[in-house]
Nanobody, 124 residues
Framework: VQLQASGGGLVQTGGSLRLSCQTS????????IAWFRQAPGKEREGVAC????????HYADSVKGRFTISRDSDKNTAYPQMNSLQAEDTATYYC??????????????????WGQGTQVTVSS
């Protein structure tokens, strides 16, 4: 099982980025997918999560209206589209997965599979 996060980089305030989480070794449709981020000196925080088949999506208040997550089952890849980026969005972003039949997802639940992080830096 592998999750490979990519797509990070340097972007100006107000700009956009789309991260990718390429998965392998499991069926994406049957797994909950979540995105987390961690800024230097801060605790890891949940950004967004989606239940199996992408049926339900939950966003952190800090990104609601600016971030949109999706998944492409054919490519076994999950994406967050991040718009209107602000300096406080600067962090290392991680994707995580968990096999789960629940109709809801949370940031505090167990996620068994994690990818390496990808750095997002927003400059003014």
């Amino acid at each position: 099982v592998q999750l490979q996060a990519s797509g990070g980089g340097l972007v100006q305030t107000g700009g956009s980025l789309r991260l990718s989480c390429q998965t392998s070794g499991f069926t994406l449709d049957y797994h909950q997918i979540a995105w987390f981020r961690q800024a230097p000196g801060k605790e890891r925080e949940g950004v967004a999560c989606t239940t199996k088949f992408g049926a339900s999506i939950h966003y952190a208040d800090s990104v609601k209206g600016r971030f949109t997550i999706s998944r492409d089952s054919d490519k076994n890849t999950a994406y967050p589209q991040m718009n209107s980026l602000q300096a406080e969005d600067t962090a290392t972003y991680y994707c995580a997965a968990h096999w789960g039949a629940s109709d809801t997802c949370t940031f505090t639940q167990y996620y068994g599979f994690w990818g390496q992080g990808t750095q997002v830096t927003v400059s003014s």
